[in-house]
């Protein structure tokens, strides 16, 4: 994915850069230098908001050293007090894959990974390979991955029109609401088997490495999605739902509309009796 990092704008972060920031920069300058210089250390990765290109001034060094086999605990106990705002994360190459693989407990922590580049990599070019893939859904598991979440998707949709049609508009509203996870989900792992970003840098993905396969542009997209989160909206339900099936089906995954048989067309096609908004 060859996206452009970002460069925030004063809009954005209206603060000026203090004296703190300042030192904490010269600090994380100085641990990089030493880094370099160690040749125990064989990778190095800086992430977080700095590592996307996303700063703001009071944003944190998030950091990830990566030591030969053995030394873990070594450099755990030597940088075990670094200045408040370096956040400094220890492994192996074995262990960093160990801590952050598929079903693993740190699995909610891989789009951390996307789009980072090590500043340090003595590993021939393993540490990147490792890092790419760190920031995606793997290839072995996406089509599951995929499929649960439309399931899912289509779950959420059928339980909140049916709480609108006993008149339940809390559940409407709350039901509709948890549409909008693993359609991101299943929309981004579609791409390339992006992971769902955070949602502090969702408008930065959809601008900068676009879901070309969606059948709308990213405004008609959030249009929907805003209108779901903020009343329920039903008919923005159904044309989403509508859309994300046709797309879906044309990559193949027929059976997970399939299986919801005849109250799956009953569903798109419904309309409350108000045929208003219903909020």
């Known amino acids: 994915m060859d996206v452009k990092k970002r460069v925030p704008s004063t809009e954005m972060f209206a ?16 641990l990089l230098v030493e880094f370099q210089d160690d040749l125990n250390v064989i990778g190095f990765v800086l992430g977080g908001s700095r590592g996307k290109g996303f700063e703001s001034d009071t944003s944190d060094y998030d950091c990830t050293l990566i030591v030969k086999d053995g030394l873990e605990t070594h450099y755990r106990t030597k940088y075990s007090d670094l200045p408040e705002g370096i956040d400094l994360e ?8 160990t801590a952050f693989r598929w079903g693993g407990r740190l699995e909610w922590g891989r789009y951390n990974w996307a789009y980072l580049t090590p ?15 760190l920031g995606r859904v793997p ?29 339940d508009r809390v559940g409407y509203r ?25 949602y502090k840098y969702l408008i930065w993905e959809l601008e900068n ?10 405004d008609a997209l959030l249009k929907m999605v805003f209108s779901i989160l903020e009343t329920g909206d039903y008919r923005a339900q159904q044309q989403l739902v509508k859309g994300v099936e046709t797309l879906f ?8 509309f399939d299986s919801w048989g005849n109250q799956w067309i009953e569903l798109l096609d419904w309309s409350h009796p108000k045929n208003t908004v219903i909020s």
């Open 15 to 30: 603060s000026t850069p203090s004296t703190v920031s300042h030192q904490l920069d010269q600090q994380y300058a100085s």
């Open 90 to 97: 220890i492994y192996t190459l074995s262990g960093l894959q």
């Open 119 to 133: 500043q340090i990599d003595r590993t021939q070019g393993e540490l990147q390979q490792i890092v790419q893939e």
């Open 139 to 167: 290839a072995e598991v996406v089509d599951q991955v995929i499929s649960e979440n439309l399931d899912y998707l289509a779950n959420q949709f059928y339980r909140s029109l049916k709480c609108l049609r006993r008149g």
């Open 174 to 198: 709350l039901e509709a609401a948890e549409i909008v996870k693993p359609l991101f989900i299943a929309l981004f792992a579609l791409h390339g088997r992006r992971l769902r970003p955070y």
């Open 209 to 218: 490495d676009p879901l070309d396969k969606l059948p709308w542009d990213k």
């Open 249 to 256: 089906r044309s990559e193949g995954y027929h059976d997970v």
